[in-house]
């Protein structure tokens, strides 16, 4: 298989500078080592810590996350390190490019009002990805890529493992504008396997969302279904996503539709000539079938692309997102 990396381009030399920040010893957020081995010990859900999750009270963290500072979050696929698949290298691939349907990104689309913008910190830096609301018992949850709660364990330009905090979720965003309010995180939940493993089959996380004038998230927006187990070919798939890379600038909402193939005979759902880059992590994939204007059910969360060849990647979501959501709602 060849090599691919999280979606987008590393920054380079003296941005990547500006962006390492002190971090206190001991405040990465990995798990406690555990006697778990194997697939248990991947799947094992892992919280942040509560003094790592929200560093301020909802107030304050709404104003800190003002709509210039919104526009100025750097994509995370820009500095956590990823594998990297040069075009050239795919030449011999067995990826299906000829019978995949798909369409670029148009302009602007109105976005479903239950997927939206997912901002978050890492000490002084700020960061931005894609995320939907779910429907769950709780109602007040989105499911996101794994990537955009936890660093993992190659940290690339951040300086130490550990879960980002101060997540903040702004649903059908535009142009730095909130028309459904902005929601901050409670808490937020990976897998194991991410954090110590980097194991794309679990590029996957919950954040749970504090109410907001006395809403839950899902009762404001609507919440979307969350199906597992699916295979990496389906055809009519819709993908929704927040691309912040040159062409686009992650003010408005971007849309890819088409079929997904198997990549390179490997266990990644493939979306060919689908151009959504840095700041798209974390966008929901949508079957055809019981989708609506503003929801549908999700089978795959956006993961990575290939590096100069518009491949989108997700993994199918593995049937350990139930243990996720249960752990979440407790």
């Known amino acids: 298989m060849g090599v691919v990396r999280g979606v987008g381009a590393v920054l380079a030399g003296t941005v990547a500078a500006a962006l390492l920040t002190a971090v206190a010893p001991g405040s990465a957020g990995a798990p406690a080592p555990d006697r778990r081995t194997g697939a248990a010990r991947d799947a094992h859900v892992v919280a942040a810590p509560a003094a790592q999750a929200t560093r301020r009270d909802a107030r304050e963290t709404r104003r800190y996350w ?21 075009a050239a290298d795919t030449t011999g691939a067995r990826t299906d490019r000829g019978t995949t349907t798909s369409e670029r990104p148009v302009r602007w689309k109105r976005a479903p009002r239950t997927t939206g913008k997912l901002f978050f910190r890492d000490g002084s830096s700020d960061f931005v990805c894609s995320a939907s609301a779910i429907r769950t ?37 535009r142009d730095g504008k909130a028309p459904y309010g902005r929601w901050v995180g409670r808490n937020a939940f ?30 404001a927006v609507g919440g ?19 691309p912040a890379e040159a062409p686009y ?17 490997g266990a990644d759902a493939a979306m060919h000539r689908c151009d959504l880059n840095g700041g798209a992590s974390g966008g929901p994939w949508f079957l055809p079938q019981g ?13 990575r692309r290939v590096l100069d060849t518009p491949v ?4 199918p979501l593995p049937r350990q997102i139930r243990q996720m959501i249960r752990t979440a709602n407790r």
């Open 224 to 242: 979307n279904e969350v199906v597992w187990g699916k295979d990496q070919r389906q055809w009519g798939t819709t993908i929704w996503g927040w």
């Open 190 to 219: 990976a897998f194991n396997g991410w954090i110590e493993d980097e194991a794309f089959r679990y590029d996957q996380a919950i954040i749970t969302f504090k109410r907001h004038r006395g809403r839950r998230l899902v009762d």
């Open 137 to 173: 018992k709780r109602r007040n949850q989105v499911i996101t890529a794994g990537h955009c709660v936890h660093t993992g364990p190659n940290v690339g330009l951040l300086q130490q493992p550990r879960f980002f905090s101060d997540w903040v979720f702004v649903p059908r965003y």
């Open 66 to 86: 003002t709509p210039e500072r919104m526009r100025a979050a750097l994509p995370i696929e820009d500095v956590l390190p990823g594998l990297l698949l040069p």
């Open 312 to 315: 989108l990647l997700a993994r």
């Open 291 to 303: 989708r609506t204007r503003h929801s549908g059910r999700i089978w795959a969360i956006t993961s």
């Open 249 to 265: 600038d992650g003010e408005v909402a971007r849309t890819c539709t088409g079929r997904t193939t198997r990549f390179e005979d």
